[in-house]
């Protein structure tokens, strides 16, 4: 029987729209589900902020009334403005090993995109840079974090197969945390402290790092202003973000680098990994996903770096080494042995060089791709 692609309409359409992924990765080990209530927030006008200046449409593709595959497309007005470029993004795109559903899916998007006015088509990529984004393809016999992708591996062959190029790699690394602070890590920190004006604040409670909020999202979009696919999040976005985010964080695992007016100047964010909790989870809150998210945060050993920020004017001047030397000490502290440094983008050399002072190993890659449209 032919694939069949519908445009996702209702609460129904909904539910199935979030929900396939846990059945096409049902037998896989290292796949990590998010939390369904979260995904269908993202798709919901009333709950996320996003779609104020996004038009979003979303498909899922049957065979013989059997869910095969689906995908999104996203229109970022936001981005058009700033970035003058009249580029949609697909995202969601999973489908079962079969090359015609994932060509089905593309086209429908595409499609989609040109009816609207687009030049191109770059993805996966969800609303924001803060989004999940990448294709993944190196690693996938390596868990996944919370925020990274995963996916098959022939996801790969039909994207590049159906005209799709290389936009945009980013790789991680898995850090062995040392037995003691790295000697050039804590000299440069030291150095950029003094040479700087600098200071770390102590902040026992997650409730204290509170005051920063504001600047903190202000500083986050400096910082990552000219990333691909970066876009400055609005006031609503940077509100629900710290509702969700902040009050689960751990000052331990969290440093705030200031000036010496006590302006933010940089953070490391850090946060236990929740990897095998969401997979006990299997997407679900209730009855007992609460517990497991709740025990990953407390005993853990593997901590996923978030965030790094650094002011564009303190760049290029060690701050980064501050951020390690005073996270380390509290890894160590709580037995952590391993963490993930989630995506890099690859032409961020910066970044990546300081990974050269601990035991790294680049064990995924990702990537995303465009499709330039011939009018």
């Given at each position: 029987?032919?694939?069949?692609?519908?445009?996702v309409k209702t609460k129904g359409d909904i539910d199935?729209?979030?929900?396939?992924?846990?059945?096409?990765?049902?037998?896989?080990?290292?796949?990590?589900?998010?939390?369904?209530?979260?995904?269908?927030?993202?798709?919901?006008?009333?709950?996320?902020?996003?779609?104020?200046?996004?038009?979003?449409?979303?498909?899922?593709?049957?065979?013989?009334?059997?869910?095969?595959?689906?995908?999104?497309?996203?229109?970022?007005?936001?981005?058009?403005?700033?970035?003058?470029?009249?580029?949609?993004?697909?995202?969601?795109?999973?489908?079962?090993?079969?090359?015609?559903?994932?060509?089905?899916?593309?086209?429908?998007?595409?499609?989609?995109?040109?009816?609207?006015?687009?030049?191109?088509?770059?993805?996966?990529?969800?609303?924001?840079?803060?989004?999940?984004?990448?294709?993944?393809?190196?690693?996938?016999?390596?868990?996944?974090?919370?925020?990274?992708?995963?996916?098959?591996?022939?996801?790969?062959?039909?994207?590049?197969?159906?005209?799709?190029?290389?936009?945009?790699?980013?790789?991680?690394?898995?850090?062995?945390?040392?037995?003691?602070?790295?000697?050039?890590?804590?000299?440069?920190?030291?150095?950029?402290?003094?040479?700087?004006?600098?200071?770390?604040?102590?902040?026992?409670k997650a409730k204290g790092m509170m005051e920063y909020?504001?600047?903190?999202?202000?500083?986050?979009?400096?910082?990552?202003?000219?990333?691909?696919?970066?876009?400055?999040?609005?006031?609503?976005?940077?509100?629900?973000?710290?509702?969700?985010?902040?009050?689960?964080?751990?000052?331990?695992?969290?440093?705030?680098?200031?000036?010496?007016?006590?302006?933010?100047?940089?953070?490391?964010?850090?946060?236990?990994?929740?990897?095998?909790?969401?997979?006990?989870?299997?997407?679900?809150?209730?009855?007992?996903?609460?517990?497991?998210?709740?025990?990953?945060?407390?005993?853990?050993?593997?901590?996923?770096?978030?965030?790094?920020?650094?002011?564009?004017?303190?760049?290029?001047?060690?701050?980064?080494?501050?951020?390690?030397?005073?996270?380390?000490?509290?890894?160590?502290?709580?037995?952590?042995?391993?963490?993930?440094?989630?995506?890099?983008?690859?032409?961020?050399?910066?970044?990546?060089?300081?990974?050269?002072?601990?035991?790294?190993?680049?064990?995924?890659t990702s990537r995303s791709y465009i499709k330039y449209?011939?009018?």
């Open positions: 029987m032919d694939i069949e692609i519908h445009e199935e729209f979030v929900r396939y992924p846990l059945r096409l990765y049902r037998h896989n080990q290292f796949y990590v589900p998010p939390l369904i209530g979260n995904e269908k927030a993202s798709l919901d006008p009333e709950k996320n902020p996003a779609l104020e200046f996004c038009e979003l449409a979303c498909w899922l593709a049957r065979k013989n009334g059997k869910v095969v595959g689906r995908i999104g497309g996203i229109i970022n007005r936001r981005e058009i403005e700033i970035k003058k470029l009249n580029h949609a993004r697909f995202s969601w795109f999973d489908f079962e090993n079969d090359a015609n559903i994932g060509r089905s899916l593309l086209k429908t998007v595409e499609s989609w995109a040109i009816s609207n006015g687009m030049d191109a088509i770059y993805g996966p990529y969800g609303f924001t840079s803060f989004d999940k984004h990448g294709l993944l393809i190196k690693g996938f016999e390596e868990l996944t974090t919370k925020i990274a992708v995963y996916n098959f591996p022939y996801y790969q062959d039909v994207i590049e197969q159906f005209g799709y190029k290389e936009k945009m790699d980013w790789v991680e690394f898995r850090i062995t945390v040392p037995d003691q602070i790295p000697e050039k890590i804590e000299r440069i920190a030291q150095i950029a402290l003094q040479r700087n004006q600098l200071h770390v604040p102590e902040v026992k909020k504001d600047a903190f999202f202000q500083l986050l979009n400096e910082a990552y202003a000219d990333l691909s696919g970066a876009v400055p999040l609005t006031s609503k976005q940077a509100s629900l973000f710290s509702k969700a985010f902040f009050k689960y964080l751990n000052p331990d695992y969290v440093t705030l680098v200031l000036t010496k007016d006590n302006q933010l100047a940089a953070f490391g964010i850090t946060v236990p990994s929740l990897s095998r909790a969401l997979q006990k989870a299997r997407g679900k809150l209730l009855p007992f996903g609460f517990y497991h998210l709740w025990r990953a945060l407390k005993v853990n050993d593997t901590i996923d770096l978030m965030l790094i920020a650094v002011k564009p004017e303190f760049q290029n001047k060690g701050v980064n080494s501050i951020l390690f030397w005073k996270l380390i000490p509290n890894y160590i502290k709580h037995r952590i042995k391993y963490v993930e440094t989630n995506q890099n983008q690859t032409d961020n050399v910066k970044v990546q060089a300081q990974w050269k002072y601990f035991d790294a190993r680049h064990h995924k449209f011939v009018q």
